[in-house]
């Protein structure tokens, strides 16, 4: 009854959360949206142990939510890519981005690149009027918030950050 | 480390989950928007454990996003009811149904109540350019769908039905 899937359930928000709603798997998900491809990357920064971020990796790559292709530089390693399903989450990803800001605690903000206004909680740019993809969205910490965290990852992201943009 | 919270992540995103992120949550509050107020009408639609619906109720009303008052029609008996910050949930719900409609099984559209056309992937009507809040947005079963649950919840939502609007 409290398996991965929500059987019995005729219902699209169940099976969106059968690929998304696994504890962790946003977090890689905002992860690959941040610019992190790699496995390593991948964990440092997010802390868990390396069989629960190999299984999220290998179910999002099933459901067709990430590509894993061959490292251009490192051969025999892989990196991890959102597919265009992938990309497809920003709406829902940047939502509940908004939501914790609002509600919880906020310490990152969203940005439309072409103009630096501030995304409103739908997604949309106010001054433009768009809806810009996350290939549009710039993000960064937000004023006095930061990390406390050391590693690399979280370093290159203390920086204005563009998504889907691979961290150096 | 893989207990409720996510600790050591400095994150928006993992503050909305250690609210929003554990297993059945959501559906629990697709329920709560769709006009169920009532535990043993969530018990069921979800058809989960009943220690299991208790300890997420518990939680969302602790959380702030569920209010638990005394029921009007029935004394000794509580309903359950989104909070302002409950409702605020609505364009991450919409975002991930959107998504799952897309790239997973479309069962269930949701339409601007006052003018009928569908919202976008934003939520927004693309008729009107208005961004409904969940209490102007109308809810029905996509062409074909349908549900094949014959619970009390199910029958009353397999008919058009208005979001926040309580289940008769």
């Not at 920064?45 to 629960?52: K, T």
């Not at 971020?53 to 292709?69: C, D, I, M, P, T």
């Not at 959102?82 to 903000?109: I, K, M, Q, V």
Request: aromatic share 8%; glycine share 8%; hydrophobic share 40%.
């Amino acid at each position: 009854m409290l398996g991965k899937d929500y059987e019995g359930q005729f219902c699209t928000l169940a099976s969106a959360l059968e690929v998304v709603g696994e504890r962790w798997t946003l977090l890689v998900l905002r992860d690959a949206f941040y610019g992190v491809r790699r496995f390593s990357d991948f964990a440092v920064h997010l802390d868990i142990p390396r069989a629960v971020l190999s299984e999220r990796l290998r179910s999002l790559v099933e459901h067709g939510v990430l590509e894993r292709r061959e490292d251009p530089e490192r051969a025999g390693r892989h990196v991890y890519e959102l597919t265009n399903a992938g990309r497809a989450l920003w709406p829902a990803l940047h939502a509940l981005l908004r939501w914790g800001e609002r509600f919880r605690s906020p310490r990152r903000h969203f940005a439309h690149a072409a103009c630096g206004t501030r995304l409103d909680e739908h997604g949309a740019c106010p001054a433009c009027g768009k809806l810009p993809g996350p290939e549009d969205v710039q993000t960064r910490l937000a004023p006095g918030a930061r990390s406390g965290r050391d590693d690399r990852v979280s370093l290159a992201l203390s920086e204005p950050h563009r998504l889907l943009q691979p961290l150096a």
